[in-house]
């Protein structure tokens, strides 16, 4: 079974461009090596060789696209010759360098997939057996809570494992416009944006959102954040900003209210015994959200550089999937972009998004009634209906304004 095919490197991922080659026909290949680098919807991954062989045929060039499961490569091992060429066509599409290349397919594949970091680096350990059965069911690996050795999921972790809602890939009817204005720019869809669009429709149109919003007291936050950066500064270290002491209280809180720290799974709410915190960072062609796996468990510090380097990552597209994949609820601030306040649209399969705006100084009442300057934070809460009801969406706001209003909670 010769053919190495385009693998699923990501949850929503349903074609890939071949970005480079690292190896050429001719040459051969063992076990792990690196064959390609693969753009995704995210981020770039490398492809790896499953078997050992001599690499006999590359079907898409560099710049070239496919799609999931079609042929990449021919790979051919000890004794082993190309299959019998059938009339079966790929639906491939190529770059101009890719044109030209023979699109038949012949009917057996071999599998390659994306390396996968070790354990120390943060992999998802799991058993085999675990992976079937999770495929099977639809259930992310990431969500189940190992009991195997160094917390291995094992196949008794999936028994009562309740697949999440399929992922549906609705799209609307396009509009159209007619004869396009002179001087008008078409821009065609990025996988990433195509992605995106199917997402937030599926969320729009299947996810009954409610909406609240609050106005916090930002001035403790502004004081606190000052007086620890003073010593940090002098020190080299880097600085902590608003949105880290944010970060952290929208996990202290959602470990206050553990219902909104949850998904809805048709027959079922299933509440995550940890946070897993995605962040919402723009990048060129649009949205991704890198997660901090069990912040909870995570010092102020530990979550500020966390944020930090898988923002960068995430903006020169070097994540992995295990580091964009399973969160439980995500944060979008767009208040450093001099956004006031505003509301997210849900990342589902999570039941809340928070949306932070910018701190704005302007006049209040204080407790003596008195008009003086404060610095306000306007806060969006964006919720399924199906999971939380606006009691519970309001005593986790509540939670959340006692830690940005005394931030010396978040440090206890």
């Known amino acids: 079974m010769p053919y190495i095919e385009m693998p699923k490197l990501s949850d929503t991922m349903t074609e890939g461009t071949v970005v480079k080659w690292r190896k050429t026909v001719g040459d051969s290949v063992m076990v792990g090596d690196v064959l390609a680098e693969i753009e995704t919807d995210k981020a770039v991954m490398e492809l790896e060789a499953f078997d050992d062989g001599t690499l006999k045929e590359i079907c898409v060039a560099e710049g070239g696209k496919a799609k999931v499961g079609d042929h990449l490569a021919l790979l051919l091992g000890t004794g082993e010759t190309a299959p019998k060429k059938t009339d079966k066509v790929t639906s491939v599409e190529k770059s101009d360098a890719a044109k030209g290349v023979d699109p038949a397919q012949p009917a057996s594949t071999k599998l390659a997939v994306a390396a996968a970091p070790t354990a120390s680096s943060g992999r998802l350990k799991a058993s085999p057996l675990a992976k079937k059965i999770a495929a099977a069911k639809g259930v992310q690996l990431a969500m189940i809570q190992g009991s195997g050795p160094g917390g291995r999921v094992v196949a008794k972790d999936l028994e009562s494992a309740t697949a999440q809602a399929p992922r549906t890939a609705t799209t609307s009817a396009p509009i159209l416009l007619g004869p396009l204005p002179t001087g008008a720019k078409r821009i065609p869809l990025s996988g990433m944006r195509k992605i995106i669009a199917e997402r937030l429709l599926a969320s729009k149109t299947q996810i009954p959102h409610f909406y609240l919003n609050i106005e916090v007291d930002a001035g403790n936050l502004l004081r606190m954040r000052a007086q620890v950066n003073a010593p940090l500064e002098k020190a080299g270290m880097g600085k ?173």
């Open 240 to 412: 902590l900003t608003i949105n880290d002491f944010i970060l952290k209280a929208v996990v202290a809180a959602a470990v206050k209210v553990p219902r909104v720290n949850a998904s809805y799974a048709g027959d079922a709410i299933i509440e995550y015994p940890d946070v897993h915190l995605s962040v919402a960072v723009a990048v060129e062609d649009g949205l991704v959200t890198p997660v901090v796996r069990a912040a909870q468990a995570k010092s102020l510090r530990q979550i500020s550089e966390e944020v930090k380097d898988l923002a960068t990552r995430a903006r020169t597209k070097k994540l992995k999937p295990e580091e964009y994949q399973g969160g439980t609820l995500t944060v979008s601030n767009l208040g450093s972009h001099g956004i006031d306040n505003f509301f997210a649209v849900i990342n589902p399969p999570q039941a809340i998004i928070l949306a932070i705006g910018a701190i704005v100084k302007k006049p209040v009442v204080n407790a003596q009634d008195e008009i003086v300057a404060g610095h306000r934070l306007a806060i969006g809460l964006s919720a399924d209906h199906r999971v939380v009801d606006g009691a519970i969406g309001a005593q986790y706001l509540t939670e959340l304004r006692l830690l940005i209003e005394n931030p010396t909670l978040m440090l206890i």
